[in-house]
T-cell receptor, first 116, second 117 residues
């Protein structure tokens, strides 16, 4: 089955700096890669996702890049703010068109702390 | 935010007791999922259901059971066979894209925190 590794496990950055989280996956058939943000005691919330037919996607201060050949993808947060402090999870799956079921395999998470 | 409702928010289980966690969604999603999250760790898939009256085991199904009698409901029972049930349980749902449906990514409920008495 799919295996997703996420690094680093903790990341401390100064407010205004950039943060980068990297994930690798094992199954070359995976074609869908979401990122979730989870604040303490709350549910994970989808912040951005990317499919294997594109190499990069941006949404304001957040961007995700995908390298299918190397089987890794990364989350980039620019101009970090204190409210970006949370745990971030990457995930990978084989998302099938016209078929229900999207088994996500999650990375272990990265705890991001943005220092004011 | 109100699309997936989990209850209760906190639950305590006695030794040898089965407990059931509720998950309801009003998003008309075909697929529903249960995950377990232990402190400081990622999410692990317990069970998932692609359609009513059908479900499959995930990576850590032992000691758990589910049912999917209605599209909007996917309850999870933590049985006495699950010896270490203390965790944060998250329910999710999504809808793959088809000819008539726009692909909708997986979203989560607010979770149930289960502890042993």
């Amino acid at each position: 089955g799919e295996n997703v590794e996420q690094h680093p496990s903790t990341l401390s950055v100064q407010e205004g700096d950039s943060a980068v989280i990297k994930c690798t996956y094992s199954d070359s058939a995976s074609n869908y890669f979401p990122w979730y943000k989870q604040e303490l005691g709350k549910r994970p919330q989808l912040i951005i996702d990317i499919r294997s037919n594109v190499g990069e996607k941006k949404d304001q201060r957040i961007a995700v890049t995908l390298n299918k050949t190397a089987k890794h993808f990364s989350l980039h947060i620019t101009e970090t703010q204190p409210e970006d402090s949370a745990v971030y999870f990457c995930a990978a799956s084989i998302r099938l068109i016209k078929a229900a079921g999207n088994k996500l395999t999650f990375g272990g998470g990265t705890r991001v702390l943005v220092k004011p | 935010d109100g699309g997936i409702t989990q209850s209760p928010k906190y639950l305590f289980r006695k030794e040898g007791q089965n407990v059931t966690l509720s998950c309801e969604q009003n998003l008309n999603h075909d697929a529903m999922y249960w995950y377990r999250q232990d402190p400081g760790q990622g999410l692990r898939l317990i069970y998932y259901s692609q359609i009513v009256n059908d479900f499959q085991k995930g990576d850590i199904a032992e000691g758990y059971s589910v049912s999917r009698e209605k599209k909007e409901s996917f309850p999870l029972t933590v049985t006495s066979a699950q010896k270490n049930p203390t965790a944060f349980y998250l329910c999710a749902s999504d809808q793959p894209g088809t000819g008539n449906h726009k692909d909708q990514p997986q979203h989560f409920g607010d979770g149930t925190r289960l502890s042993i008495l």
